[in-house]
């Protein structure tokens, strides 16, 4: 039996206003568990790649699929319930609310989502323990090393169960030692939460733990390993 691919995306095309040509025919799939690796140097295109896929912006031209949905084609309110039940992002630059705690970040899809609040608390402290933040509940971001701010950007990506978690070069402000850390536990969170992941790097060195790799070069996939 061959399980239905989680993305699909196919010859997808973007150009930017001024004639930039981002993407110029990708197509790709991804399936339910992998960790696929988005490598490219920078402006080859990763960041429009994860943008379509995430339903963040269109493509001019092919389409993507997402759990079975046209994202496409989908209206906008009904992208934004996609983006919220389907999808989790994580940014370089984290996204932290500032003035609020580790859990109150985790929180927030939840409360967005009218989880309840004692199933809220419950979701937010098996989070944080499982990115490894269980002593850090009420620490503010600034009170946080860079990558246990991932950390909780990375629960917080988690926290509506997406099938889909799109990470866009999530260590690229961070140490080599912390980034590899927080590739491994996106690594140990494919298992354990059986979520997909698609994340761009151009560090050579942490794309040994992907399953698999998609090498962009000036917008069209010249490498799948
Ligand atoms: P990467 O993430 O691999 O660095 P990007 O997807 O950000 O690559 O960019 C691909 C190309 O598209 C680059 O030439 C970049 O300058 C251009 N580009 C990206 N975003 C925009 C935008 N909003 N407007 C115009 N050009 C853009
Ligand atoms: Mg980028």
């Known amino acids: 039996m ?13 150009v930017y206003p001024k004639g930039v040509e981002a993407l110029r025919g990708v197509s ?6 992998e960790l696929v690796a988005v490598r490219g140097r920078s402006g080859s295109g990763k960041t429009t790649l994860l943008n379509l896929v995430g339903g963040l912006d269109r493509p001019d031209e092919g389409r993507v699929e997402v759990d079975g949905r046209q994202i ?3 209206p906008e309110a009904e992208l934004l319930g996609l983006r919220r ?8 630059t984290f996204g932290l609310i ?21 199933e809220r608390e419950e979701r937010v402290r098996v989070l944080l323990s499982l990115v490894g ?16 701010q991932q950390r909780v950007a990375v629960a917080r990506a988690l926290a509506n169960r997406p099938r889909l978690l799109i990470a866009d070069e ?8 912390t980034a590899r850390q927080i590739m491994e ?30 090498e962009l070069r000036d917008g069209v996939v010249t490498r799948v390993g």
């Open 2 to 14: 061959t399980e239905r691919p989680l993305i699909v995306a196919e010859g997808l095309r973007k």
């Open 28 to 33: 790709f799939e991804a399936h339910p568990g």
């Open 72 to 74: 496409t084609e989908l």
């Open 85 to 92: 039940e389907v999808i989790g992002f994580v940014f370089q």
């Open 98 to 118: 500032p003035v609020l705690s580790a859990a109150e970040n985790v929180g927030v899809p939840l409360r967005l989502a009218r989880v309840p609040a004692a």
């Open 133 to 148: 933040l269980a002593d850090h509940v009420n620490q503010r971001p600034y009170e946080l090393s860079g990558g246990q």
């Open 170 to 177: 999530p260590t690229g402000q961070l140490d080599s030692q």
């Open 185 to 214: 536990l996106l690594r140990v969170l494919v298992r354990s939460e059986g979520v997909t992941v698609l994340v761009a790097t151009h560090d050579p060195g942490l794309i040994g733990l992907a399953d698999r790799v998609l």
